[in-house]
């Protein structure tokens, strides 16, 4: 495929805002987890919260989008510059030519939670949301699009992207085919999903959360801790002359497999990161790191690690950094992407922090320690339920 040039990226999660914080805990070593404090009756788990987002109010144009997920969203778009370089993509485009393609998982469900907690009688003896949060568009799963094409002035295809926890990272994979064929010359591309009780409830209920802080592939492994995340990037079609990151290749695939869990054998997983390195034209041998998925689930970090030494050697970095953020669930590929771009970038390739004791079904690539070198490419991983699967290569600009 036609590389895609990086112009800017971001995220902000649990370890802070912007990529400035990700990086310096991953150099440090230091996590975002936290035990739950989240809602009126929380869980005994640990969690991976945004402090502040509770007295980040939206600007007053943006009000009627008022929402935990629409907070998160402004307040993630506001970093590392990334005002002023999407007004240099208007610039040289014009908004019409410029996507917006976002992740979510629960959109802003949180506050139809609350909207339905809140509920009062009308005269007429029905029950409705109280005034403040009877917002239609606040209710919707396209929330996210539609609040970020209203803050941003963008006019170009909007979508939102639903598919679990591969949301974000299937962005890219879009906004790749769009530039391609022609439809526009750029995109803003992100993911955000804050925490709500459907997702820390819902996961509980399927079995799937850990009382204590997750160890992905730790030999004791016993469940995922949940967080909130968001994270964008802005895509263009290189120039002559480029220097910088871009995305060099994307694998989809589903498993077809179960409704929750991946194919046994990570065929799913297998096809999308085949996929990846075939559009890249690279081998697997040439990726210097990896971000896994990693959830911390008995049954899929094992099928992922099975995956990854089916395809890579021996030699590769590969990590999952949920013990720094958390399961940020629909914001887990851009967030994991911004890892990804640190390392090639920074030559920073994390660890799997909260791990300890190997689980020896997992290959050798399997690293739990941080390394500093030089890398050419680094690949994220984003497996959703159901095997909905998605893996992104990024490289260099040729010199």
């Excluded at 962005?171 to 530039?179: K, L, N, T, Y």
Aim: aromatic fraction near 6%.
């Amino acid at each position: 495929m036609p590389p895609v040039a990086i112009r800017a990226y971001t995220a902000t999660t649990a370890l802070g805002r912007g990529a400035a914080a990700q990086r310096e805990a991953l150099r440090e070593r230091r996590g975002g987890l936290r035990r739950n404090d989240f809602g009126a009756t929380p869980l005994p788990t640990w969690i991976g919260r945004v402090d502040g987002l509770e007295d980040a109010a939206l600007p007053a144009a943006l009000a009627r989008w008022e929402c935990r997920n629409n907070r998160l969203a402004w307040l993630a778009l506001q970093q590392d510059g990334l005002p002023d370089a999407l007004e240099a993509l208007v610039a040289r485009h014009g908004a019409d030519r410029i996507a917006l393609l976002v992740g979510t998982s629960t959109a802003s469900i949180g506050a139809s939670e609350e909207a339905y907690a809140r509920a009062v009688t009308g005269d007429d003896g029905t029950r409705r949301f109280p005034d403040d949060l009877a917002r239609p568009i606040v209710h919707t799963p396209h929330s996210l699009g539609h609040f970020l094409q209203h803050a941003t002035g963008l006019r170009g295809p909007c979508i939102t992207v639903a598919t679990a926890c591969s949301s974000s990272a299937k962005v890219f994979a879009q906004a790749a085919r769009m530039i391609e064929a022609g439809v526009v010359d750029a995109a803003l591309v992100g993911g955000v999903d804050t925490l709500c009780g459907s997702v820390l409830f819902g996961f509980n209920a399927l079995g799937l959360v850990s009382r204590e802080r997750c160890r992905p592939f730790d030999a004791a492994r016993d469940g995922l801790s949940i967080g909130e995340a968001g994270g964008f990037a802005l895509l263009e079609r290189p120039a002559r002359g480029d220097d910088g990151l871009q995305l060099r290749g994307y694998g989809e695939s589903s498993d077809a497999h179960h409704m929750s869990t991946p194919h046994p054998e990570g065929l799913g997983a297998i096809l999308a990161m085949r996929g990846a390195l075939a559009r890249g034209g690279i081998d697997a041998a040439q990726v210097g790191y990896l971000n896994l998925h990693g959830t911390s689930t008995p049954a899929n970090d094992a099928v992922e690690a099975r995956a990854v030494d089916a395809l890579f050697p021996g030699t590769l970095h590969a990590s999952s950094t949920k013990g720094w953020t958390g399961h940020t669930l629909g914001a887990a590929g851009i967030v994991e992407s911004v890892f990804a771009l640190t390392a090639l970038e920074h030559g920073l390739l994390p660890g799997t922090l909260e791990s300890q004791v190997r689980d020896p079904a997992c290959g050798p690539q399997i690293r739990f320690d941080n390394a500093q070198r030089t890398i050419d490419y680094a690949m994220n991983n984003s497996f959703g339920f159901g095997g909905n699967n998605c893996a992104l290569l990024f490289g260099k600009a040729a010199a």
